[in-house]
């Protein structure tokens, strides 16, 4: 079985952790640690499920994943080589004192966010470099150059909330990864709930709401989002009609597929396309 409770290698000589991450090391499936993290995409593509939220994931994606909060980037094909710049640094590393000065309360409210977050940094001209010099830098520019990226993420407007609320409640045994992946493998078929279910070695009703508990979505409505994902990567491709994306994401019907597309997106299919390839 997995881990799902994940521990990256700290340097003995840096109170938190800062490196890059390249596969097999970035296939970490659906897991926690109580270290907050930042997670630069640098190369890699796939679904991103972070919290109650499922999305997209590409390269240049910028992220910061609360405390406790359990995500998975699920590259989109096995087969693709990811690479992705981590920074995890517990919560209470500042101590107590310090993060409680008045000067320290953006920062603050900042580390104490238990959701997930999509930073919009193009604005921010110094945040990325920052980002990826970290691992570089020693002594106390390690950790200085963490409180400036903290702040420059802090003070940015831009920032977007992506979890609706935080979970409170984890998996402990693993279960729930092999039901991620059995979902991730067969999204593009009828899936059951009973399928799952005895993935899980559970009966219907207590699967129901186990499901509900870690993901905090209903078993129909987490894969739905996970096949409405996967469209909006193919309707990147403007050589594939939407005729061909419905039956590759598990949909029998164009009607069905477009009516969840726009329950999810709050937009058609063909207006999603229109908006990436406006001029």
């Known amino acids: ?34 270290e907050s993290e930042i997670l630069y995409i640098h ?21 910061y994943i609360g405390s406790n909060v359990p995500h998975w980037f699920k590259k989109s094909t096995d087969d693709l080589f990811c690479t992705v710049k981590v920074i995890q640094f ?12 008045p000067e320290m309360a953006r920062i603050r409210q900042l580390v104490e966010l238990k959701q997930g977050m999509r930073i919009h940094y193009s604005s921010l001209s110094s945040l990325l470099p920052r980002v990826l010099s970290l691992e570089s830098m020693e002594g106390f520019g390690h950790i200085n150059g963490l409180l400036n990226i903290l702040d420059e993420i802090s003070a940015n407007t831009e920032n977007e909330l ?11 045994k693993g279960i729930i990864d092999e039901v991620l992946e ?12 009973e399928e799952l279910a005895a993935i899980a070695k ?10 509900k508990l870690n993901t905090k979505k209903s078993f129909s409505g987490f894969i739905k989002e996970i096949r409405i994902a996967h469209a909006c990567k193919l309707l990147k491709d403007r050589n594939v009609f939407v005729s061909q994306i419905f039956h590759e994401c598990g ?6 597929f477009n009516r969840q597309f726009k329950e ?5 299919p063909s207006q999603y396309r229109e908006q990436i390839w406006k001029p």
């Open 1 to 34: 079985m997995k881990p799902l409770v994940q521990k990256l290698p700290r340097k003995e000589f840096k109170s938190f952790v800062s490196l890059e991450l390249s596969t097999p090391l970035f296939e970490t499936p659906w897991h926690r640690h109580i």
């Open 43 to 63: 190369k890699g593509f796939g679904t991103a499920i972070i919290g109650d939220y499922v999305g997209e994931f590409t390269s240049g994606d910028l992220f």
């Open 90 to 101: 517990d919560p209470t590393i500042f101590g107590r004192s310090f993060i409680s000065l």
């Open 162 to 172: 992506i979890t609706n609320e935080p979970i409170d409640s984890f998996d402990s």
């Open 182 to 193: 059995y979902i991730f493998s067969h999204f593009n078929k009828n899936i059951q709930l």
């Open 202 to 211: 559970m009966s219907s009703s207590n699967f129901r709401r186990f499901f």
């Open 251 to 256: 949909y029998r019907n164009i009607s069905n």
């Open 264 to 268: 999810v997106k709050g937009i058609t």
